[in-house]
């Protein structure tokens, strides 16, 4: 099935575009159809590089899985041990670092459906098992599981969550809790352009006689300047789904290793200002736009970062790039 390309928005994109244009490129144009065996091979192999994962990547999304199951359990009534939450992150953690290490020829027919690591792609020291560094390299996330998933279990400023009722819980990873077979990527449409923002979680309180709407975001990480942006843009997306006023909704970032938690509620002049800094970045996006699905379009349009710049060190795209 072939899909329409067309413009549209995320936080990450517009943090991708103003990070590095040709990474913009390879991620949202020249990838594009690479999923499609007739397209030419320089295409489809900008979309195996796309589908690459990192260690850290990959330690947030079987964090963020397990939390997700761990809603959908509470919305269908069941509980999930602090035990069961963590070994369900670490068994999905090696199960794709084994996959990533022995298992070369999936991710090059199924780049989608299988895990790849960028360390693994171009033989990092960190990753090299003939030394104690892989090993350490590994502990190291499994650790990171471990503090993140008991932070979640046992901090007081969390504890309200674990006591919801399924009604009380609006979505789970952007979809219904407990639609675990859902593909939907939930929008919003903003600027004639569809906007991506999936909540990770999201519940439904009432506060004085008013709904009160809480989106969180757990983060793996450190806190990045972005983070902020992105909660603006969940207030947007709660002021759309669930028509709430800004002050009736709370966005929290849990950076769930640091233990650190950044809640917000906007009043109606961030808000504008928000939507000021959507459009902005919009407007340069779409300057550059043209149909990928017609076209491979020109690189040379959408130049490189500097040589030895921070962002080429972890970028997917070096053998493309020529950047050690
Ligand atoms: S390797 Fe560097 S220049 Fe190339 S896409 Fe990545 S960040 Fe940009």
Redesign the pocket.
């Known amino acids: 099935m072939a899909f329409a390309h067309e413009l549209s928005w995320s936080v990450s994109r517009s943090g991708t575009f103003a ?2 244009k ?2 913009y490129y ?1 991620d949202y144009y020249f990838s594009w159809n690479g999923w499609d065996r007739s397209s030419p091979k320089e295409r489809t192999e900008a979309w195996r590089l796309k589908k690459m994962t990192r260690m850290p990547m990959l330690a947030g999304d079987v964090l963020h899985q397990a939390i997700a199951e761990y809603f959908d359990q509470l919305s269908e009534g069941n509980g999930m041990s602090e035990d069961e939450l963590i070994g369900m992150a670490v068994t999905k953690l090696r199960t794709g670092y084994k996959q990533s290490r022995d298992g070369q020829g999936l991710w090059r027919s199924r780049p989608g459906q299988s895990v790849h690591l960028a360390e693994h792609h171009f033989k990092e020291a960190c990753i090299d098992e003939s030394t104690p560094a892989a090993g350490d390299y590994g502990k190291k996330y499994v650790e990171r599981l471990q503090t993140g998933g008991h932070f979640f279990m046992t901090s007081p400023e969390l504890e309200s969550l674990h006591g919801l009722s399924p009604s009380e819980i609006l979505c789970v990873e952007g979809r219904d809790p407990g639609d675990r077979a859902s593909r939907d990527m939930p929008t919003i449409q903003l600027f004639d352009t569809k906007v991506f923002a999936i909540p990770d979680f999201a519940c439904k309180t009432v506060e004085n006689g008013r709904d009160h709407f809480w989106i969180y975001d757990w983060k793996s990480g450190s806190p990045r300047e972005l983070d902020e942006f992105q909660l603006g843009v969940y207030t947007l997306y709660a002021m759309e789904k669930w028509g709430a006023t800004p002050e009736q909704v709370t966005c929290v970032d849990v950076y769930l290793t640091s233990g650190e938690l950044r809640a917000m509620c906007h009043n109606q002049a961030e808000i504008d200002s928000i939507l000021a800094r959507m459009e902005e970045s919009l407007g340069e996006m779409r300057s550059m736009h043209f149909d990928a699905g017609l076209q491979a379009g020109s690189p040379d349009d959408f130049p ?2 500097p040589p030895d ?1 921070f ?2 060190g972890t ?1 997917n ?2 053998e ?2 020529g ?1 050690p």
């Open positions: 990070s590095c040709r990474r390879n490189m970062t710049s962002e080429c970028c795209y070096r493309l790039c950047r």
